[in-house]
């Protein structure tokens, strides 16, 4: 480090700095209330025109689906790792609070919640904070499936990715729930970028960890995975 | 206890009794063929005109089918708690006793059984035991549930319902078992009053296992948990 | 033993050393690429004409169905039994070579490797060695479920089946993944012969396992299911 000039030295230093203050981020409320306010809204969408009528009729199916959405990420990953698929169900603190957003979105006075997430610097730093989120949950996959297989790089890749893009690949099953079966719409199929990101970070991620090619400092590598994300 | 008149503490005897024999009533074999019987009486209605022919033509789904409704609260219960999905079928008396009812529903000369559960004094006396028996499996699922997770009342009570009213959300499952595929009839969208009712006595059986709220002795509780189902 | 006319002892010396010689044969390398070539072939059947475009434009989706179809098997014991179903992604080796069996089928010049897989005596010879890979596997699904529960023939009998046939049963989940929902195709509705004879093996199997009714020696018996599953 000491022959590099000093002010590249000093932009490592910087960029070490960033890592490591988004690595160490308290996720907790604000980011999870930025994702899901913004998976909730993303399950309105999908009811359009129907959304208020269906969120009257049907209350625990809707709830259902916006729950599977909210914690997507844990459901698909436990289910893969053969843990507990109810796990997610144990930590009180955020089933409460995405059951709170999840009524302020469907049921607030004058739709108030849901208008002002669709304005557009609002949306902006939501989606900001939810990415951030989302490469957090990445490293964190990657972490505990390495924990559990230590040299499997594919189950690492794999779960890296369920973890960050979960979503997107629930969706099928979330639509169930609400009773849509759109079975030609999978993100097997037509994977969105954020999956393809997640996957990319997943590797750089994975790779890091079972340092075989990468040896940069480990809050670079995470700056550089949320950098694919982005 | 002893401020309490006379005729209350009587009637207050009546009920522990109450609630104490049903909770110690032997589920194994009456109420189970009672259970059975009418779940495996369901599949064949909901083949409707098409049962005999069906069951002739395809009777490994068949069976499948009748073993899935049958043994729906621990197919669910189990997947959810991160255990076996297979364990039901540990139990070989369990399977023989079901398989047994399956082949009388299905292949009875004359249809007698079929036809006979169809009566309605029957139909009554078999629903009171069914009814019993789902009292009985929410009360384990909650039980088991906190065992496994002593604060979490949610999972409590979502394995609880879903001990009680499992044969309902795995319709779906079922269905796809026959090939028949009805997404927008699932129980998260129209939950049936069993599931309702499932819900209830769980959240009252969760409060009182984690005796914040509740204080009465547990037979009571099991006996107004009992009364909310039927 | 010695009871026996010198003609029979020779016969059985000569079937026992045919079974022992094909229970301890090599399945990595070339019976398990037989069994991937075939699977895959199965999934670019499937597609029909569209295989080309298919492969092209959603590589992902073709991958994982391929994968799906390719370890079906492990998949589905593993989801059974409860254990992590990400786990066939742990054997690198396995993962790579169906990898690269799925890119020559789909994407080798001239479409050589398909069109060879079709020409009937290599043809003859793949199915041959397919089907001694799935006897090894539903011996190997009888012992592992055996091991976990001692005396549960159904569990046994199940997890056998399983292992042999879960390529067919998975069907219609891979389906789901390349986008096409096909519910009145079912295994449980039509088995094919392959199902019912993995069946019966996986009977024969379990009972020798419990060694009460079959008293024969382990590769005679292993002999035996081979034959039932041809």
């Known amino acids: ?42 399950v309105r969408d999908d009811l359009a025109s129907s959304a208020g009528l269906f969120s ?10 916006s729950m599977l959405m909210c914690f997507a990420d844990s459901f698909l990953a436990n ?13 009180h603190d955020d089933i409460l609070l995405a059951t709170i957003v999840w009524y302020l979105v469907f049921y607030a006075p004058f ?31 990657v972490s505990h499936a390495a924990k559990l297989y230590p040299s499997s790089y594919i189950v690492q890749i794999l779960v890296g990715t369920a973890k960050g893009a979960g979503s997107g690949i629930l969706k ?4 169930l729930v609400r009773g849509v079966w759109l079975p030609n719409h999978n993100e097997a199929l037509r ?10 970070a997943s590797i750089i991620l994975s790779l890091e960890k079972n340092s075989v090619y990468i040896t940069a400092p480990h809050d670079i590598v995470y ?8």
């Open 191 to 200: 994977p969105t970028f954020a999956t393809k990101a997640c996957l990319v």
């Open 79 to 91: 289910f893969l790792l053969g843990e507990p698929v109810i796990a997610p169900f144990k930590r």
């Open 56 to 65: 009257r009729k049907h209350p625990l199916s809707c709830w259902l689906s």
């Open 1 to 42: 480090m000491g022959m590099w000039p000093e002010g590249l030295q000093m932009d490592q230093e910087i960029l070490l700095d960033a890592g490591a203050q988004l690595h160490r981020l308290k996720m907790f409320p604000y980011f999870d209330i930025a994702h899901y306010i913004l998976m909730i809204c993303e």
């Open 111 to 141: 739709d108030g919640v849901y208008k002002l997430s669709k304005v557009l610097p609002v949306k902006c730093v939501l989606s900001v904070m939810k990415e951030v989120k989302r490469a957090y949950k990445v490293t964190h996959g």
């Open 172 to 175: 099928t099953v979330e639509q």
């Open 223 to 230: 700056l550089v995975s949320i950098f694919c994300i982005f």
